[in-house]
């Protein structure tokens, strides 16, 4: 079994989370379906999705628990333009699956907070460029997740931190 999830814009969203699989090994795929929540403005957007898979214990190892997150700014009430507007401000969101994604249970808040948007002050990169430190695994039951973080300041500038969350499978 092959899971992939991935980002993209759609005719009514800016961006989404796709999930798809495998059950030959990649040489077929399912159709592609949308893990997000429907949109409910049109400030909100989906990106850099990560995938765990938390397999059974046997001789076999068949997945089971597919783990899904993603960078969300479901709570935009404006657009993303500078860093320090409200619409930059982001969480970390996801859903599980404990069928091998045949079924996806609803959204949940991975982040504890709305997080802000860090600054980057390094001149050769945007001003609201975040490295890509989302990551995800799974063990013994559970879902291990991290991600790109603002809520940290440094002599009163948003800077990019590390955070870390575990979420138990379904």
């Given amino acids: 079994m092959v899971h992939y999830a991935y980002g993209g814009q759609s005719a009514i969203s800016t961006g989404d989370i796709y999930y798809t699989r495998s059950t030959d090994n990649g040489n077929t795929w399912s159709t592609p379906i949308v893990l997000n929540d429907p949109e409910t403005n049109q400030y909100q957007s989906h990106w850099m999705p990560s995938l765990s898979v938390n397999y059974s214990p046997?001789?076999?190892?068949?997945?089971?628990?597919?783990?899904?997150?993603?960078?969300?700014?479901?709570?935009?009430?404006?657009?993303?333009?500078?860093?320090?507007?409200?619409?930059?401000?982001?969480?970390?969101?996801?859903?599980?699956?404990?069928?091998?994604?045949?079924?996806?249970?609803?959204?949940?808040?991975?982040?504890?907070i709305i997080i802000p948007q860090p600054d980057q002050e390094d001149p050769d990169f945007p001003a609201c460029y975040a490295g890509d430190y989302d990551y995800a695994t799974a063990l013994n039951g559970n879902a291990f997740v991290t991600w790109t973080d603002g809520r940290?300041?440094?002599?009163?500038?948003?800077?990019?931190?590390?955070?870390f969350a575990s979420q138990p499978e379904p």
């Fill in 152 to 163: 940290v300041a440094v002599q009163g500038v948003q800077v990019q931190n590390v955070e």
């Fill in 58 to 112: 046997g001789a076999f190892r068949q997945p089971e628990d597919v783990t899904v997150s993603w960078y969300d700014r479901r709570q935009a009430t404006s657009t993303c333009n500078n860093v320090g507007d409200p619409g930059c401000n982001y969480q970390r969101y996801g859903v599980q699956s404990s069928d091998n994604g045949n079924t996806w249970g609803s959204n949940i808040e991975i982040s504890d």
